[in-house]
């Protein structure tokens, strides 16, 4: 099931991103989702209650660079 989460401008994609695949955020889904028949879901009602922290925008880019550098040095370590 594919949902679409529309951004405002106070939130940088990349740190949406970042933060949305944390486990706090994790957490929070696992916690809220239903299953009928062993398939977990959500709907847009319990996308709209998950919490996630909005620092300001620039914090927010500063953010996302140190995500974005921390994987490149993992994916890199991997490597070799």
Not at 3 to 25: G, Y
Request: hydrophobic share 45%; with cysteine; proline share 4%.
């Amino acid at each position: 099931i594919l949902m679409r989460i529309r951004l405002t401008e106070e939130m940088c994609p990349a740190f949406f991103v970042a933060t949305w695949n944390s486990d706090v955020v994790h957490d929070q889904i696992v916690d809220r989702a239903t299953t009928t028949n062993g398939t977990f879901k959500i709907n847009g009602e319990v996308v709209r209650s998950i919490l996630v922290p909005v620092p300001s925008l620039e914090e927010q880019r500063t953010l996302s660079e140190a995500f974005r550098a921390v994987d490149a040095a993992q994916y890199a370590s991997a490597d070799h």
